[in-house]
T-cell receptor, first 112, second 114 residues
Framework: DAKTTQPNSMESNEEEPVHLPCNHSTISGTDYIHWYRQLPSQGPEYVIHGLTSNVNNRMASLAIAEDRKSSTLILHRATLRDAAVYYCIPTNYGGSQGNLIFGKGTKLSVKP | ETGVTQSPTHLIKTRGQQVTLRCSSQSGHNTVSWYQQALGQGPQFIFQYYREEENGRGNFPPRFSGLQFPNYSSELNVNALELDDSALYLC?????????????FGEGSRLTVL
């Protein structure tokens, strides 16, 4: 299983962009990169995932390095509701899909 | 709202007792996973069920067991409770294993063992 390294915490101002980095240097060629977030007192929530190309959805963008050893989750305009713990999770669909290996994630604080 | 519901939301047990936690999967999802989340840590995978059969297990002892029913609802049973079992227990559902995509999590059941 690929190991991940994320900052313990980050701070942002409301309505500013946020770049959340993740290092996954031992990722295998078939692992997708998933991002989940967990708001206070809630279960984790899917944010985005990708394999090689950059991805965009209504919540965020995912920028994947060319060598796939790192990725960055981009929140284009942070809101107070984006304050959460963000988890970067390499996932191999060939295995048990439900087996996501969560690290400690990055706790994002958003200041008004 | 994800459509995954868990019960009870909170409960308190004493060491040595047994507990059953319940999960109702999102409509159309036939795969359910259970996770344990200790305070300040990320969730840890306990096991997954697909079509009523265990289909993957994490590093948890046999006193953690589960069931999945024909309507895809699920139970997590923990016997001989220990103090370290105090945690948030999360249920997640997904359409089909190995197909990729996202897991949908419930809000969890918070268990306190005294």
């Amino acid at each position: 299983d690929a190991k991940t390294t994320q900052p313990n915490s980050m701070e942002s101002n409301e309505e500013e962009p946020v770049h959340l980095p993740c290092n996954h240097s031992t990722i295998s060629g078939t692992d997708y990169i998933h991002w989940y977030r967990q708001l206070p007192s809630q279960g984790p929530e899917y944010v985005i995932h990708g394999l090689t190309s950059n991805v965009n959805n209504r919540m965020a963008s995912l920028a994947i390095a060319e060598d796939r050893k790192s990725s960055t989750l981009i929140l284009h305009r942070a809101t107070l509701r984006d304050a959460a713990v963000y988890y970067c999770i390499p996932t191999n669909y060939g295995g048990s899909q439900g087996n996501l290996i969560f690290g400690k994630g990055t706790k994002l604080s958003v200041k008004p | 709202e994800t459509g995954v519901t868990q019960s009870p939301t909170h409960l308190i047990k004493t060491r040595g007792q047994q507990v059953t936690l319940r999960c109702s999967s999102q409509s159309g999802h036939n795969t359910v996973s259970w996770y344990q989340q200790a305070l300040g840590q990320g969730p840890q995978f306990i096991f997954q069920y697909y079509r009523e059969e265990e289909n993957g297990r994490g590093n948890f002892p046999p006193r953690f067991s589960g069931l999945q029913f024909p309507n895809y609802s699920s139970e997590l049973n923990v016997n001989a409770l220990e103090l370290d079992d105090s945690a948030l227990y999360l249920c997640a559902s997904s359409p089909v294993p190995g197909q990729g995509g996202e897991l949908f999590f419930g809000e969890g059941s918070r268990l306190t063992v005294l």
